[in-house]
């Protein structure tokens, strides 16, 4: 599940400022009618149907993802197959921005759905975990052609009365995924293989390039104006997004090949990462300044620290508990229903005075969670009590991941919203990559390589094999959760 969390931060209502244009003059009519009135019918089902498709794909892969690296022989590149697609979302995401502005939110949103859809094809046919990880890149690259253009959407063709109901059929559109991908997944995996996974997933993009793409069109398929389509791409931000993503991509590799000369790649990769995050990260973000800085950190230390930790969930329980697939993923499955909860928690207007308690109080049971998650690998422990704390863990995401959403929109200036959304984003995604990376590195110094050779595809005993490479990933992780504890406490402007 943690590709879920990963996109459940990009793709539903926590995440709705990742454009300026959430908070601009939209051109939709004077609204009478709901989402599912005549006029925005179609359009509201065509979307959702988008964060409907991605977000069942997030899910089934996340619970074949232990089984198809291990019969690829690529269990130490564990960490890539979700670090590659957080790495070209990050230039995904600027360049989709730059092209919406500019020329609509519909192209896109269609070349997105449609590399999405290409990427699974490569991941589903690869002979090798190299090439399974260039289709996670691939895919990587769609998510954040369609995340953003998904928002650009909301903010041109929806009056701010009803983009609330919109976020919340975002937020509802996991829910059912979470509780039926796992075991859809699972069944698939163990009876026909894991590739049918990937390879079954693009038919579904039929249904909502069908519903979506002519509603969009109609709607909000042109440029928000004829000046800013004769603008051209900021230059600037292309390249430092590149070099966010070129170095994100080198530490990656570069915490996975365990050897001297690994140093290069670090050393090129941090050259590259250092100017292009001071130049797309407001000032002040890495000192936690209070305020709107460190909105933007928290946002990355939480998601960060809780997405890498959940990573290694399944391959922890199929390999040292002996699990299947299906059994895995489904003890994740409640963390949908919880981090809903959590957000629902949030939205009420009676909690909006205790708003910094709430989120100091969730990092709390974010790193809670983290710390007690490698207690299943004592024999003794049962497997159950991972997926309480684990909805314990969700419910404190929703709070905090909720929270950072509404406060980024209250101290941002409406011209200064798209810069500050976009930092958003880059938080969440770069922490992702830069702590899988670390997770990675110390997965395979422990021996985690050796984790799939240990054991069948789906588990099969032998829970002293390795602990240590699974102890090494979720401590670190609780630390840092624990670090947002102090950072949550400075959202608030002095």
Not at 252 to 278: I, K, N, T
Not at 290 to 306: K, N, T
Not at 454 to 466: I, L, T
Request: proline share 6%; aromatic share 6%.
């Amino acid at each position: 599940m943690a590709l879920t969390l990963g996109l459940m931060t990009a793709l539903e209502p926590r995440d709705a400022e990742v454009t300026a244009a959430l908070v601009e003059t939209t051109t939709a009519p004077v609204p009478t009618e709901g989402v599912l009135g005549r006029t925005y019918r179609a359009l509201s089902i065509g979307i959702v149907s988008v964060v409907l498709l991605i977000a069942f794909e997030a899910t089934a892969v996340g619970t074949a993802m232990p089984v198809a690296a291990r019969e690829l022989h690529g269990i130490p590149l564990y960490a890539f197959a979700f670090s590659a697609y957080f790495t070209t979302s990050l230039f995904a995401m600027v360049l989709s921005g730059q092209w919406a502005d500019r020329r609509g939110p519909l192209a896109p949103l269609a070349t997105g759905i449609g590399a999405f859809g290409a990427g699974l094809l490569l991941s589903g046919t690869a002979g090798g975990m190299w090439t399974f990880i260039a289709g996670r890149a691939v895919q990587g690259i769609g998510g954040g052609l369609v995340i953003v253009a998904l928002y650009v959407v909301i903010g041109r063709a929806y009056p701010e009365r009803i983009r609330p109901s919109i976020m919340a059929a975002f937020s509802a559109a996991w829910i059912v995924p979470s509780v039926v991908g796992p075991l859809a997944s699972g069944t698939v995996t163990e009876h026909l293989g894991w590739r049918w996974v990937f390879v079954g997933i693009p038919v579904l993009i039929l249904l909502p390039l069908g519903l979506a793409l002519p509603a969009i069109r109609r709607m909000a398929g042109g440029p928000a104006d004829t000046e800013a389509a004769a603008e051209p791409f900021d230059a600037r931000r292309i390249r430092l997004a590149l070099g966010i993503s070129a170095g994100a991509g080198l530490l990656q590799y570069a915490g996975q090949e365990l050897r001297w000369l690994s140093l290069v790649p670090a050393l090129a990769g941090a050259a590259l990462l250092v100017p292009a995050v001071r130049g797309l990260l407001p000032r002040g973000t890495m000192r936690a300044a209070r305020g709107l800085p460190a909105v933007i950190l928290l946002r990355g230390i939480a998601a960060g620290s809780f997405i890498v930790a959940e990573s290694f969930v399944p391959l922890m329980l199929v390999t040292q508990r002996g699990l299947s697939p299906t059994l895995a993923g489904l003890s994740l499955a409640a963390g949908g229903l919880t981090w809903a909860l959590g957000s629902w928690v949030l939205a009420r207007p009676r909690t909006e005075p205790h708003r910094g308690a709430l989120m100091v109080a969730g990092m709390v049971l974010v790193a809670a969670a983290i710390v007690a998650a490698p207690s299943v690998l004592i024999e003794a422990v049962p497997v159950w009590t991972l997926a309480a704390v684990w909805g314990v863990g969700c419910f404190g995401m929703g709070i905090v991941i909720a929270s950072t959403s509404v406060l980024l929109l209250q101290l941002s200036a409406p011209q200064d919203a798209g810069a500050n959304s976009a930092a958003l984003q880059i938080s969440d995604g770069l922490a992702n990559v830069l702590l899988l990376a670390a997770g990675g590195a110390a997965f395979a110094a422990l021996g985690g390589g050796a984790v799939g050779a240990a054991h069948g595809a789906v588990g099969g005993g032998g829970a002293a094999a390795h602990p240590g490479a699974f102890t090494v990933v979720f401590l670190p992780m609780a630390a840092v959760a624990l670090a947002g504890v102090w950072v949550a406490s400075r959202v608030k402007e002095a």
